[in-house]
């Protein structure tokens, strides 16, 4: 049976916490309030020291160990960000840390799980199957398990979010706040609930791991699958976490993948911040319900900014060709001097700029006399590639610009 964890024990765990972690701001973002509809505040927990609010709850059950317990080390099975957070407290409190990660863990990752002093051990296919062989170590050396939700001194550290956000903002009438295995809603619901017992709270989850929302709606949807938001990729919420869900949610959101990309995405223009995708849930499900809360205050949890950065080029590119700011356009052309020279000159006539040209004329499919253009250029919106189009159809040239379909 679940215990209820108390505001004062979540502010007892704070005080001891807060020395060795940062006290992260929560910004105002007004061109994305203006975008949605209402004054929007971000939770910037990607300024933690490994880049996401694992850290808080790592460090308030290490710090709960024992002397025995800390001599004899620490184990958890995690690819991500509760794996960096344990390692590096672990290190600096001079408790030995194990970690367990699957075989196909992303290199950056492991190398910075690594790089936090953590002895990691690369184990099966899933976390599933790292949850397995970590009972096996617990007996043969001893250690003791920090699980990264299931356990209420990480509810209670994670919760420490909650407690900074309505000390900046207490008048907040929403907050959104991203759902992976339920710890850190789980936290921040029973500090806020407490403080401030009107308060909407509205948890999200990506629709390939609604596993809390299954729970909760008695639904049965397919779990599994990539997703951009590894860091709320979990199967099985913790039981403790679910009490403290039913208990304090008012809300389950689901968000999509282009919700969750379109969010990085809208972070990066619009506040300059960037994110995991896991960190850009909020601002994904609350790109869903726009003008909802017209005239409220709407903290959103920006949980981690860890995301590899080959990742969010892609993200960046994909949604400037979404959105009509990059476009890619194949033009059927005869093959004679000075059509070049005229393609260009409708393009930069209606205002874009090149940034790449291919001339093809040797492609197989492609009568003798005939040629293609593949042209990137720099447009200001959809329109304005509407208008691009148009002109060079009515030049005569054929265009092709499946490419820049969302």
């Known amino acids: 049976m679940v215990k209820d ?6 502010k007892a765990v704070y005080e001891a916490i807060a020395p060795a972690i940062t006290r992260t701001p929560t910004l105002p973002a007004r061109a994305l309030s203006e975008q949605f509809g209402c ?26 160990l024992s002397e025995a317990q800390r001599r004899q080390g620490v184990i958890t099975a995690s690819a991500g960000n509760h794996a960096q957070g344990l390692s590096w407290h672990g290190q600096r409190l001079g408790v030995p840390t194990t ?37 096996e170590l617990i007996e043969e050396r001893g250690l003791t398990c920090i699980h990264p939700f299931d356990n209420d001194e990480v509810i209670c550290g994670q919760g420490s979010v909650a407690l900074e956000m309505l000390t900046d903002v207490p008048e907040l009438d929403v907050l959104m706040v991203p759902v992976g295995g339920g710890g850190l809603i ?4 029973i500090v806020a609930k407490a403080l401030r017992p009107n308060i909407e709270l509205i948890g999200v989850e990506v629709d ?4 809390v929302f299954n729970q909760i709606r008695d639904a049965a949807l397919p779990i599994g699958g990539g997703t951009l938001a590894e860091g709320i ?14 208990r304090y949610v008012d809300e ?16 990066l223009s619009g506040a300059r911040v960037l994110v995991e995708g896991a960190g850009a849930a909020g601002i994904a499900a609350l790109s869903q319900i726009s ?68 001339h093809h004329r040797l492609h197989r499919h492609l009568p003798v006399k005939e040629a293609e253009l593949g042209i990137t250029m720099e447009t200001r919106n959809a329109p304005h590639v509407a208008e691009i189009v148009s002109a060079l159809r009515e030049a005569g040239y054929t265009v092709s610009e499946e490419q820049n379909l969302p």
């Open 291 to 358: 003008g909802r809360f017209r005239g409220k205050k709407v903290g959103v949890v920006l949980c981690g900014g860890n995301i590899d950065l080959r990742l969010a080029s892609s993200v960046i590119l994909r949604q400037m060709m979404a959105r009509g700011f990059l476009t890619s356009l194949n033009i059927g052309i005869v093959d004679r001097p000075g059509v070049l020279a005229q393609v260009a000159d409708i393009v930069g006539s209606s205002g874009a700029n090149i940034v790449e040209i291919a």
């Open 99 to 135: 970690v367990l990660m699957p075989v196909n863990t992303p290199f950056t990752k492991l190398e910075r799980t690594r790089a936090f002093g953590a002895n990691v051990e690369l184990f099966g296919e899933t976390l599933d199957d790292c949850s397995c062989r970590m009972q």
């Open 233 to 246: 990729a979990v199967k099985s919420p913790g039981e403790r976490n679910l009490y403290y869900i039913r």
């Open 186 to 189: 789980s936290g921040i619901g």
């Open 5 to 10: 964890i108390s505001l004062e024990r979540v």
């Open 208 to 211: 390939r791991y609604a596993s």
């Open 252 to 267: 389950l959101m689901l968000v999509e993948e282009a919700d969750i990309e379109a969010a990085i995405y809208d972070l």
């Open 39 to 64: 004054e929007l505040f971000l939770k910037c927990e990607m300024f933690q020291r490994t880049g996401s609010f694992k850290d808080r709850g790592a460090l308030a059950a290490l710090l709960r």
